[in-house]
């Protein structure tokens, strides 16, 4: 029965297809017949426009909807003034092929190992082969989240990452080893941190060459400008443009050989348009928070597409279930062997199937053919599936099930026979007789071994990652308050608090996982009975930490950024009295352990900023400007007040320089992933002109997730700790 005419019976052979609109910036669909609405008499019990598609006889519309679309497509590349030169350098042609990109967090730790401070590239890699088949590029991210805590720029934290330059180089050659190419990112927003002195374009271009990147991404960028593609070509060093978000401009199209993109949801399956205008141009489908990746991979499957395979996103770890990372394996497999088909001037979208919800593209060369299929419905279909002209000499393969097929032949057509899991793929290759590849059978015995375990019986549900808290040893208890701290007395405690990340919603995963929790999420509410404990009146100073130098010879083994501001080994002239900074967790530990306290869990810094009552800001509820220091929103950062310099900003405990003069650093936490450390108040530094910059956390309810990787890189201008001492009981 039609869904949308009950009155008129099926055709044998229809689809849902949504009307064409070829001014969509990203996709074009078929034209759809004349379509006659329900009336109110018959209108379903549901929704209309929650139906689904509407139907069409496929074989009366379809190659009508191919023909003016190409012709669209003819005339649209004209009135753009297209000119294909970019996609025919050699240099470049890898993008084409790219089918499994990866955005990763260099603070994941199987990139690199905190421990023995090296990087882990084989470890990395090796974990994602095992998983869903391993990658062709990958994008590394080492600026968002933690730009922003001082005035360093993204190029900058380039240098900052552990070995500097010449470890970026190491990086870069050694996925190189392993067949992967590597992206580095520029941000375009970041203008409110420190003046590189040179556009954009040319800093990131530059750095691509220096180290030998093959390609740059354009975080939030609708194209990447061609400024980025006549700079990275006067390096000598060319390399692929890609830009983040989309739509694509239609005219940027021409250099920008690579894009991210977003995939059709709809039953119906969307071509894409930029695939539509240019076979050869390769979208890495971006779903960051995407659960279940089923529509992702139908989209990709169906236009020949590539795959953003992200999982740590801003240290929140997404990971892929077992069957999407299976099903991402399998399609991966199709694609890296069939690379020349699917850039096919000539592929056809829609090509003609018998079976409701079953939707097929066709990627033709002059003696084969590969056919790419997916099964919207939700249940297994078998049965005769597709419908090919029949040639002499040409054999049929089942590449999905490494099977050959014989199909059943009907005057000039072969009818075509696969068995389709629910919600399933198939692929089906014609080779004309002495066309085929000499791994063929190698590569079907390849496809036949992953068919042994059906899709479906992979596990499809998704689980955060559990949190582990650092322990904190506990002091000697001190029978008196020691110098320079106050006595924070026992108490009940309502502990609240929540992060504030710029992303990631209130999805499970977000933020920390405190130890009576099950699992990490944003917001955090507990009730403590507090111990009474000592803790700092100030942050420690840089006179404090000068003298624990010349006591005890300290010096890390990672010593890049450590004590940046200082000169000669002591603090500038008058910033003694300063809360010291560019001192990483493990340094200030070391101060710690030294001087017998300990590092505050997040709860005891609160308690002592907030005391029982709830209140937003250590004086109070309100606001007060003159109990921090002034807000500094240049583009370079200015020394820290001196830590007495705001009597009025004290807790009721009489707490001092708690809020707005550099963040303070507390408890630290780590899953199998990521490490992360809760940075408490604030700073006084804002950098303009984005929402992207680390946020500030001045109220006392809330807290920073600061990314941690390696001293070189964690050490920040605006950031400081203080000490605590148990007390006895």
Known sequence: MNIHNPDKPESKTHKGIPAPNPQSTDFVQPHTLPIHLPTPGNMPAWPFQNIGQWKIDVQNSVEAWRKGMKIWRKEHLMRIGYNDAEYKRKELAWSQSNYVHAQMMVEDRFFYDPVAGKYTIDKYLDDLENRFGGIDSVLLWYIYPNIGLDDRNQID??????????????????????????????????????????????????????????????????????????????????????????????????????????????LVPAVSKLKWLEPRHLTNVENRWARDRTDDFHYIFFNGHGYNAWENIWGIWNQFTPRDGETLRRIATIFRKFSALLVSPDWEPYAETLQQGVFATRFPSDNVSLWTIVNRNEYDMGGEQLVVKQFEGVSFYDIWRGQLLAPRVKDSEAIISVDLEAKGYGAILAVQEGSESKDLLKFLGTMQEFARTPLQSYAHVWKSLPQTIRAIEATKPAPQTPPEMVAIPAGDFVFRVGGIEVEGFMWEGVDFQYPWEHSPRRTHQHHLSMKPYYIDRYPVTNEAYLKFMETSGYQPLDDHNFLRDWIDGHPQTGWENKPVTWISMEDARAYASWAGKRLPHEWEWQYAAQGNDGRLFPWGNNWDNAAVPQMNQSRTSLPPADVDAHPGGASPFGVMDLVANVWQWTDEYWDDHTRAAALRGGCSYQPQGSHWYFPQAYQLDQHGKYLLMAPSKDRAGMLGFRCIVDAEI
């Open 157 to 266: 934290l380039a240098h900052d990452l552990p070995g500097g330059i010449e470890g970026l180089k190491q990086i870069i050659h050694d996925f190189h080893k392993r067949g992967v190419k590597v992206f580095l990112p520029t941000m375009p927003w970041d203008n409110g941190t420190r003046d590189v002195g040179l556009p954009d374009f040319q800093a990131i271009t530059d750095l691509a060459a220096e180290v030998k990147a093959d390609g740059i991404n354009g975080d939030t960028y609708f194209s990447v400008p061609y400024a980025f593609r006549k700079a990275s070509d006067d390096t000598g060093h060319p390399v692929v443009l890609q830009p983040e978000t989309w739509p694509l401009a239609d005219d940027a199209l021409a250099w920008n050989t690579q894009t991210w993109g977003k995939a059709s949801t709809s």
